[in-house]
């Protein structure tokens, strides 16, 4: 955590300035985030102890966006503030930053790894952190943007994150990439072939989803409960949209992990939504295929950017390789693949295209400069 400048620091905005250009951000796509002390000055405003950690979350300008994003956080967060357990509380919110309460413990990723074992016990936990994410009414969470599928309007919402996928993630984010998607196999109508295998997808009630509940988003308390937090990527929509995302990113090794999670989602939804199961295995083959085909182009794309820093790194090929073989593997129905190719090949693949992408002007165009600035 790192300590504040020796100045006086009374408000919000010389908290932010305190930080420097030299501190080292924690992780994340879409922010900076630092963890910093809380000064004396500000603690009693916001009811929590001198030097408690802080998190201060500062947006990454022009930074690729994957995923459909249809509120502030800040404003999502104070919607569900008391209604779920470990939500940051909004601090401070200015244009250039917000300040959010630190959830105390550590992540789940920490604590268990990418893919070890997950018990029953902690399943159970976010089951109870679903339920209380279904029963937040409508009521208190911040306006819905402009033609915003209407509650039940499953269809509509499959739709809306088809559109943003193809036009963000494969059509701003992906255009200096679809030589190397091709190269890979991977076919140019991915995301139709999503869109044309689902039909009809029936109607559900819409909830509030959080989409990206995993080991990383999730801290495991000295007591062993479990606080949900990075809220940014919440809609209302799907409840099974919940499932399928939950499922596609905890990264469960075990069949006996992936059922106990659907049995917790199951009960959660049961008891706070009713009419929520109508129809939804259909709809989670549907889902659990669109996640595999924008994880595809997601961490390929996030991947080239590791492999471009170090392109002479064996390590960083190998891993980045790996990584891609993976994501194809499991994409290879939903987007149509036919044989994916091995490692190896993948690596030969990448390396030759990032040889021909250097040899040919670079940063030419907004989805290039977009897209190769943040990394």
């Known amino acids: 955590m790192r300590e504040v400048s020796e100045h006086p620091v009374d408000t919000w905005d010389a908290l932010f300035r305190s930080i420097g250009t030299g501190a080292e951000p924690l992780t994340g796509y879409y922010h900076f985030n630092y963890a910093v002390a809380l000064p004396t000055a500000l603690a009693g405003a916001v009811a929590l102890p001198a030097g408690s950690p802080v998190k201060l979350r500062v947006p990454i300008p022009r930074a690729p966006q994957f995923n459909l994003r249809i509120w502030p956080e800040s404003e999502l ?5 008391g209604r779920v357990a470990g939500a940051p509380r909004v601090l401070a919110r200015r244009a250039a930053f917000s300040v959010h309460s630190f959830a105390d413990g550590d992540s789940m990723l920490a604590a268990c790894g990418a893919g070890g074992p997950v018990t029953r016990a902690s399943i159970e936990r976010v089951g109870g952190l679903l339920r209380q ?8 969470l911040p306006p819905l943007p402009p033609g915003w ?5 499953c269809d509509g919402f499959l739709h809306a994150l088809v559109d943003f996928a193809e036009c963000e993630v494969k059509g701003r984010n992906g255009h200096a990439f679809r030589d190397l998607f091709a190269a890979l196999g991977v076919p140019g109508d991915a995301f139709a072939r999503v869109r044309a295998r689902a039909g009809a997808m029936g109607r559900r009630p819409f909830v509030l989803v959080h989409t990206d509940v995993h080991r990383g988003n999730l801290i495991v308390g000295a007591d ?9 990527l919440a809609l209302y929509g799907d409840p099974v949209y919940e499932l399928a995302t939950h499922l596609s990113r905890m990264r469960y090794t ?20 009713p009419g929520a199961l109508a129809g ?12 595999a085909v924008q994880s595809l182009y997601t961490d390929v794309i996030r991947s080239m950017y590791l492999l471009t820093r170090s ?6 090929a190998r891993a980045v390789a790996s990584r891609i073989h993976a994501v194809l593997h499991a994409a290879r129905g939903p987007a149509g693949l036919g044989r994916v190719p091995d490692a190896e090949r993948v690596s030969a693949v990448c390396l030759e295209w ?9 940063r030419r165009g907004r989805a290039d400069d977009g897209a190769w600035s943040a990394a």
């Open 224 to 232: 062993g409960g479990l606080a949900l937090i990075d809220w940014e």
């Open 354 to 362: 990032l040889r021909g992408r250097s040899a040919r002007a670079p």
């Open 149 to 153: 599928p209407a509650d039940g309007d």
């Open 254 to 273: 075990r069949r006996v992990e992936r059922r106990a999670a659907y049995r917790a989602w199951r009960a959660a939804v049961e008891d706070g939504c």
């Open 280 to 291: 939804h295995r259909h709809a989670l083959s549907v889902y659990l295929g669109l996640e």
């Open 133 to 140: 994410t279904v029963a937040v009414p409508r009521s208190v």
């Open 77 to 81: 967060l104070a919607a569900v503030e």
């Open 311 to 316: 392109p002479d790194d064996p390590s960083v």
